[in-house]
């Protein structure tokens, strides 16, 4: 794959990259390392399928999160330990924008809602 800031290669459609005696076939995104990487050199599409992940891992334990006996500061800590290292895996050499870091937030709060079994009394309806 040959990413550039300039759209020249979506207008020139170079079909394949050669170097000596080998040909690299043009790829729109491949996954390389837990890390999504396309033509654009777009990363909203690496932190999206990251949440994605992250969700199913919340699903996943969602027994342990829902069941009473087990303390908040047990379900604290398994949420640290478990859903925040599959959300951050692969992020850590990226620069967070105000964007990326807000949809990270956002599903934080979401888990955490959850977690701790918050409620809104005075919620408005759309």
């Known amino acids: 794959m040959i990413a550039e800031r300039k759209n020249s290669l979506k207008q020139n459609k170079i079909g394949h ?8 076939e043009r790829a729109a995104s491949f996954n390389y390392l ?3 990487l396309n033509e654009d050199n777009n990363h909203q599409i690496d932190l999206q399928e990251s949440i994605k992940n992250s969700n199913k891992t919340y699903f996943m334990l969602q027994k342990f999160f829902t069941n009473k006996n087990i303390s908040k500061k047990l ?3 398994l949420k ?6 599959t959300l951050t895996h ?3 050499n ?5 964007r990326d870091r807000k949809q ?3 599903f934080e709060r979401k888990v955490y809602r959850r977690l701790l079994g918050l409620v809104y ?3 408005k309806e759309n």
């Open 17 to 24: 990259l050669k170097i000596k005696n080998y040909k690299f």
């Open 34 to 36: 837990g890390v999504i």
């Open 75 to 77: 379900k604290s800590r």
């Open 80 to 85: 640290n330990t478990i859903i925040d290292k």
């Open 90 to 92: 692969a992020l850590e």
């Open 94 to 98: 990226r620069i967070l924008t105000r």
């Open 104 to 106: 990270i937030n956002i």
């Open 121 to 123: 009394e005075n919620e």
